[in-house]
């Protein structure tokens, strides 16, 4: 079955501190890879993918991921954590060249950043 | 306006009325979802609209749940006999395309309805 993990409930990180949230996926094909930021009471937003190419892409406010592929792995990253960072934070996977068009989406991870 | 637009934003009704969710895409956008996120949970797969495609409603969860979309403007979703674990709030997002290559396009969402039933 394809699926995407994101196996943190919860990350809390100190502002200034770099943060990792970390993704794993299990799908048929090669995958296009996303990640999104919700807000309260807001839709997601979209940080950055990857389709091909460097194995770490770059995205919005300063977010960064590396996609390993032996490891399938797309852990999400930043230098230094803001508070305006504090978020949940949602991976999503989308088989390509499988047939589907859905987009499979993590169970999300709530980010804290402290002051 | 620029984004995807969502209404109601929020809608509380009694359990067994019908209710109707509606999504304006952003112009030019031909693939088309809806998600329910209930509280504190990912995202759940509604359905799926392309262009003038068969949509894919695989992820309905009863037949209470529809979903209409013409070409490639507005979307409504119809819940119908609503019951209490409807319950969430309803995302809708769209994209340049679904299909093929135009699948690494990322989806863009709308503010949601959040959806109470009493």
């Known amino acids: 079955a394809q699926s995407v993990a994101q196996p943190e409930d919860q990350v809390n990180v100190a502002e200034g501190n770099p943060l990792t949230v970390k993704c794993t996926y299990s799908?048929?094909?090669?995958?296009?890879l996303f990640w999104y930021v919700q807000y309260p009471n807001r839709g997601l937003q979209f940080l950055l993918k990857?389709?091909?190419?460097d194995n770490l892409v770059k995205g919005s406010y300063g977010f960064e991921a590396e996609f390993n592929k032996s490891q399938t792995s797309f852990h999400l990253k930043k230098p230094s954590a803001l508070v305006s960072d504090s978020a949940l934070y949602f991976c999503?996977?989308?088989?390509w060249g499988s047939g589907t068009y859905k987009y499979i989406f993590g169970t999300g991870t709530r980010l804290k950043v402290l002051a | 306006g620029a984004g995807v637009s969502q209404s109601p934003s929020n809608k509380v009704t009694e359990k067994g009325k019908d209710v109707e969710l509606r999504c304006d895409p952003i112009?030019?956008?031909?693939?088309l979802y809806w998600y329910r996120q209930r509280l504190g949970q990912g995202l759940e797969f509604l359905i799926y609209f392309q262009g003038n495609s068969a949509p894919d409603k695989s992820g309905l969860p009863s037949d209470r749940f529809s979903a209409e979309r013409t070409g490639e403007s507005v979307s409504t979703l119809t819940i119908q006999r609503t019951q209490q674990e409807d319950s969430a709030v309803y995302l809708c997002?769209?994209?340049?395309?679904?299909?093929?290559?135009?699948?690494?396009?990322?989806?863009?969402f709308g503010d949601g309805t959040r959806l109470s039933i009493l």
């Open positions: 999503a996977v989308r088989p």
């Open positions: 990857y389709i091909t190419g």
């Open positions: 997002a769209s994209s340049l395309s679904g299909t093929g290559l135009g699948g690494n396009q990322p989806q863009h």
């Open positions: 112009s030019g956008h031909t693939a």
């Open positions: 799908v048929s094909g090669n995958p296009y």
